[in-house]
């Protein structure tokens, strides 16, 4: 007869598995709690098409400032063709460029001297007045992020230069050196460095009423709103994965694991703290992680390009390979790489926006957007015949051009229209004004890169 001996799972696994298979199989589970420090990109088809408009808003924009630069705010075809090679374009390309977007830029045929000309319509002229509006409405609000933006600083004080480069996302004005700084000594000092010649912005004094964060003030809406266990709501972000994005059981709980750890606040000094143990090393990491929630919420657009806030790396204690500590986090941000062929990298605040939208406007964001909506509306054909459109008033006297004339004009005289199957994109980038942002001439159907 057969005595069965219970044995235990341990045993059994140590009699028919080597024990360094056993020590291998316990260290890879323990280590699946954590978050994988390499994470695959999953795209969000969303933010991209946002990206799309927005690298043809990028263009258009510098031909706009190009058109306005000239007398009379007009510009004629060869002129045109001849100073667009500035901005990137190739011989013949900025003539077709303009004939894309109908709503924004006009083209017609001067009565007296029977050449081509371009200027903005009525509706573009406007929205450009609309923007400026807005910039000069919010001028305090831009103060207001500018000394929150020295406060997150470890030093207290900020390049200019790398203030200025990123003037468009956080709503500057152009003049903002004297509209902004010097209009407000009580909050603001600008010095420069004697030995680099480099000019910095210093914070007067820290305001402790500006030093609380926008997720903390979330995590107090959520918790007045909804309730719940405030210590799971105390460190807590808010996580939105993108559609497709996988999460296994461990995943969570990773997460969940991450979401109660604590953490500095961004605006708090830290240069007293021992860094040497794991558990500083963990709250420095995911207070990087809110640093960059903080900058993202002081955007008016909630986003901004990779390249640009690397600018902010070193005064804001910001990890240097910082496209992978995102990718850890796609729940909270998402990096879209539509623009200048893969190589620009948009950051954008997953929970502010809904549905390709702002989920809060502000008047500079919708001025904004009213270009995108000229971007966007096209002439009823889409093929490549060139159409025109009367101005809402026809009390200029070009107006009174015959359009079937100039339809003719057009296909035989103008920019040479004999390439439009290539929609009229090249790849001469010479010459741009990118400002470090690693703009060009990009087309405007990119192919998908992987994730």
């Not at 030995?195 to 997720?215: F, H, M, N, Q, W």
């Not at 709250?283 to 390249?307: D, F, W, Y």
Request: net charge positive; aromatic share 10%; glycine share 4%.
């Amino acid at each position: 007869m057969h005595t069965i001996v219970p044995y235990s799972i341990h045993s059994v696994l140590r009699l028919i598995t080597p024990s360094k298979f056993i020590y291998r199989s316990i260290r890879n589970f323990s280590q699946s709690t954590s978050i994988p420090k390499k994470q695959q990109r999953v795209r969000d088809h969303g933010y991209d098409n946002y990206m799309e408009i927005e690298k043809k808003m990028r263009k258009v924009i510098k031909v706009q400032e190009l058109i306005l630069s000239q007398p009379n705010s007009m510009v004629s075809s060869a002129r045109l063709d001849n100073l667009s090679r500035r901005l990137g374009f190739k011989q013949f390309e900025a003539g077709r460029f303009v004939l894309k977007f109908p709503h924004i830029f006009d083209v017609f045929e001067h009565p007296v001297q029977r050449i081509l000309y371009c200027r903005l319509t009525r509706k573009a002229l406007t929205q450009i007045q609309q923007e400026k509006e807005a910039l000069t409405a919010q001028i305090d609000d831009s103060v207001t992020r500018l000394r929150k933006l020295l406060m997150l600083s470890n030093t207290g004080w900020i390049g200019l230069e790398h203030l200025r480069i990123a003037t468009r996302e956080f709503g500057f004005p152009e003049d903002f050196e004297y509209s902004v700084i010097l209009k407000h000594p009580q909050y603001f000092r600008l010095f420069e460095d004697k030995e680099s010649k480099t000019k910095y912005v210093e914070i007067v004094e820290r305001d402790p009423d500006l030093g609380v964060c926008a997720i903390e003030k979330i995590r107090e809406k959520e918790y007045r709103e909804k309730g719940g266990d405030a210590e799971n709501i105390r460190f807590s972000f808010i996580i939105n994965f993108p559609p497709g994005f996988k999460t296994g059981k461990y995943y969570k709980i990773a997460i969940w694991k991450w979401q109660r750890l604590p953490y500095w606040s961004p605006y708090d000094d830290v240069s007293g703290y021992d860094m040497r143990s794991l558990e500083a090393q963990k709250r420095m990491e995911k207070r990087a992680i809110g640093m960059i929630h903080e900058i993202l919420s002081l955007t008016v657009e909630k986003k901004i390009s990779l390249e640009r806030i690397a600018h902010f790396r070193v005064t804001m204690d910001l990890p240097k390979k910082l496209k992978d500590f995102l990718l850890q986090h796609q729940g909270i941000f998402y990096i879209s790489t539509r623009g200048n062929y893969g190589k620009l990298h948009t950051i954008f605040l997953r929970e502010a926006y809904y549905k390709g939208e702002l989920i809060e406007p502000n008047e500079l964001y919708l001025a904004r957007r009213n270009l995108a909506k000229l971007i966007t509306l096209r002439r009823p054909n889409n093929d490549h015949e060139l159409v025109y459109y009367r101005r809402e008033n026809d009390s200029n006297r070009f107006d009174d051009v015959d359009r079937d004339h100039q339809v003719k004009r057009v296909s035989g005289k103008l920019w040479n229209e004999d390439d439009v199957s290539n929609g009229g994109m090249g790849s001469d980038c010479s010459e741009i004004d990118l400002e470090s942002d690693g703009e060009s001439c990009d087309t405007d159907e990119e192919d998908d890169y992987p994730n």
